[in-house]
């Protein structure tokens, strides 16, 4: 247990260098793009004296060094800054309002991918060989490839428009009132006592949660079925069905749960690009969470929100990835480290 101590504060101390790189890519992108996020708070019709004043209360006068260093020192001390637009309010405040939002959404991706591809993937193994085995290999490499947007948006004409079986934006309906306890809306509709609310928000939440649920499904169909076949060939489970164990138990019970190691790992290498479609996810269904937020503010080139939000991004993957490292470590014990 001490060594496994000695890793995850090797991984905490790991994550500073990673969240510098990644900041200091960011910081210098966004001032290479064109655009100017003065103009983008007063107008172009600004005096230049105005233009002048805002750019020196938020420090774009200084040369991109001493920019880049009064950042960094701001974030290292725990400080995200503060927006450079409307309202000028703290980053950290702008990210939580939209997070949970972001959160319930890559919450219902996430089990729709991991039922999905369990599903496929045990299917397929059992099937080896089989055109079912190849036609379920076949959906996990094109679910891989698919374009997210492409796929959200062929979701909104044929269950949206042409089928009208669910919204094609937003996260609630508009007559629905829900109190904000958590910033869930499935979980404060519960907490409020509106079963309304909360078939309302499932309904909204579905057809996002499946576009990006197929999507990342692919990946697990492929892992499944190559984990479960080299588990059905061990010598544990000719043993299982010999002594007449139920065919269901010995795959789901003995089999999946010998093969689930390897696919927990997946699971938190998924997480980013989990997050990473839930952007796109959130753009093409107008989702109201921190990706959309993402989008918006790098058109403004709002320095600091862009940045705020890169670096809470990397922490929360760097974070996840470590959860599952130790999830990891105790679930197999041949693991040291």
């Known amino acids: 247990m001490v060594s496994l101590k000695v890793y995850i504060i090797t991984r905490l101390l790991m994550t500073i260098p990673m969240i510098l790189i990644l900041l200091t890519l960011v910081f210098f992108i966004m001032r290479i793009l064109p ?48 927006s450079m637009i409307w309202g000028r309010r703290p980053v950290i405040n702008e990210i939580w309002d939209r997070f949970p939002a972001t959160l319930e959404l890559s919450i219902g991706g996430f089990i729709v991918s991991v039922i999905l591809g369990l599903l496929t993937g045990v299917f397929s193994s059992i099937k080896q060989g089989t055109k079912t085995d190849v036609g379920l290999r076949l959906f996990s490499i094109i679910a891989y490839s698919l374009f997210i947007p492409l796929l959200g948006m062929i979701f909104q004409l044929i269950f949206g428009v042409y089928l009208r079986l669910f919204p094609v934006a937003g996260r609630k309906s508009p007559l629905i009132s829900i109190t904000w306890y958590t910033g869930l809306y499935t979980i404060d509709s519960l907490l409020s006592g509106s079963i309304l609310g909360f078939f309302d928000a499932i309904w909204h939440l579905i057809l996002p949660s499946l576009t990006l649920g197929i999507v990342l499904s692919g990946v697990y169909t492929r892992l499944v079925r190559s984990s479960m076949l080299d588990v059905l060939a061990e010598d544990f489970i000719r043993a299982l069905r010999a002594r007449g164990i139920p065919e269901n138990s010995v795959l789901f019970k003995h089999a999946l749960k010998n093969a689930f190691i390897p696919i927990l790992t997946m699971m938190g290498l998924q997480f980013a690009l989990l997050l990473a479609g839930a952007v796109l996810t959130e753009t093409t269904f107008s989702w109201p969470g921190v990706g959309t937020f993402l989008m918006e503010r790098i058109e403004y ?24 490292d130790i999830i990891y470590a105790y679930i197999d014990p041949r693991i040291r480290y």
């Not at 600004?46 to 938020?58: G, T, W, Y």
């Open 35 to 82: 655009g100017d996020p003065v103009l983008a708070i007063v107008g172009m019709k600004a005096s230049p004296e105005q233009i002048e004043r805002i750019r020196h209360e938020l420090g774009l006068d200084k040369d991109w060094l001493h920019q880049y260093i009064d950042y960094i020192t701001m974030v290292f001390s725990g400080n995200l800054g503060n």
């Open 301 to 324: 080139r709002d320095y600091t929100t862009v940045q705020g939000t890169i670096v809470f991004y990397a922490f929360l993957v760097a974070l996840v990835s470590l959860i599952v």
